[in-house]
C-alpha cells in the first residue's frame, strides 16, 4: 500500500509540473519555437511516430549492448585490481587517465577505426559506462568486514566458496549503485555517437528537428531519449530488488512507511 501512495506521490508532482508548463506557455503566449506546450509536443510525437518509433529501436541497440559489455567488463577488471596488487598498480592509473580524456573529442576516431555501423556506437557507451561501473566494483570489493571474511575461513570455506558467499553478496549493493549511474549515462552516450555520425536514430533525428527550429519536435525527440533511459534504468533496480531484497536499501522505505503509519 506504501509502495502504490509513493507512485501516485510522484505521478501527481509530475502531472502537476506538466499542467504548471501548460498553463505558462498559454497564459504568457510564449512562441512555439522558444517553448511548445506539453499538448503540442505529445501531439506532434503522436503525429510523427512511425519515424520516432524505428529512430528509437535503432538507438537502443547500442545503449543495451554498451551498457551490458561495460557490466562484465567493468566487473571483470574491477575483480583483477582488487586481487592483483601487480594489476592494480598497472591498470589503475591508466583508467584515471583514459577516464580524464573527453569521450566526444575521441569519437571520430572510433568511426576511423571501427567504421560507422553499431560497433562504433557501443565503443563509445561502453567508454562513458565503464568508469563508474569499475570504481564502485573496486570500492565494493575493497570494503567487505574483515571479521566476516575472517569468520569463513575459520570454517575452512574455500577460497571459491568464500568469495561466491561471502564477498559477492557483500559487495553487490554497490556493483549495483554503479550498474544504476552507468545506465544512466547509456542513454546519453548513444546519442553522442549519433550525433558524430549517423543515418538514423534518435541523436540524429535531432539535429535535424533543431535544424528546422522543429522544437515541439525536439522535445518530442529529448522525451523518448529520456524514457529509453529510464526504462533500463528501472530494469536494473528491478533486478537489484530481486538480487538483494535483504539489504537495508530495499528495506528502507518500507520501515519509513511503517513509521509515518501511511
Known amino acids: 500500500m506504501g509502495g502504490w501512495m509513493r507512485q501516485a506521490q510522484t505521478a501527481a508532482s509530475l502531472i502537476g509540473a506538466i499542467l504548471a508548463w501548460e498553463l505558462a506557455v498559454r497564459i504568457f503566449k510564449t512562441p512555439e519555437y522558444i517553448l511548445p506546450a506539453p499538448s503540442k509536443v505529445l501531439y506532434d510525437l503522436f503525429r510523427n511516430y512511425a519515424a520516432v518509433l524505428p529512430a528509437s529501436y535503432y538507438t537502443m541497440q547500442p545503449m543495451v549492448l554498451g551498457f551490458l559489455v561495460a557490466v562484465v567488463m567493468g ?25 580524464i580524456i573527453p ?24 567508454l562513458l559506462s565503464f568508469f563508474p561501473i569499475v570504481v564502485n566494483s573496486i570500492v565494493a570489493f575493497k570494503s567487505i568486514e574483515s571479521d566476516v571474511y575472517d569468520l569463513a575461513k575459520s570454517y575452512r570455506a574455500s577460497r571459491l ?67 529509453l533511459g529510464l526504462i533500463l534504468y528501472g530494469v536494473v533496480e528491478l533486478v537489484e530488488r530481486w538480487a538483494i531484497p535483504w539489504h537495508v536499501s530495499q528495506r528502507r522505505d518500507d520501515f519509513t512507511v511503517g513509521k509515518s503509519g501511511v
Not at 566487473?75 to 583514459?98: G, H, T
Not at 569521450?103 to 561502453?126: D, R, T, Y
Not at 568464500?162 to 549493493?173: G, K, T
Open 75 to 99: 566487473v571483470l577488471l574491477a575483480l583483477l585490481v582488487v586481487y592483483s596488487p601487480l594489476f592494480e598498480r598497472i591498470f589503475y592509473p591508466l583508467l584515471v587517465v583514459l577516464q
Open 103 to 126: 569521450k566526444i573529442a575521441v569519437a571520430p576516431l572510433f568511426i576511423i577505426w571501427v567504421g560507422f555501423g553499431l560497433p562504433s556506437k557501443v565503443l563509445l557507451v561502453f
Open 161 to 227: 566458496k568464500i568469495f561466491w558467499r561471502v564477498e559477492l553478496p557483500s559487495a553487490l549493493p554497490s556493483l549495483f549503485a554503479g550498474f544504476k549511474v552507468a545506465a544512466a549515462l547509456s542513454a546519453t552516450a548513444a546519442v553522442v555517437a549519433e550525433f558524430v555520425a549517423s543515418d538514423n536514430g534518435l541523436g540524429y533525428l535531432l539535429l535535424n528537428y533543431n535544424g528546422n527550429l522543429n522544437t515541439s519536435m525536439t522535445f518530442a525527440v529529448i522525451l523518448v531519449l529520456s524514457l
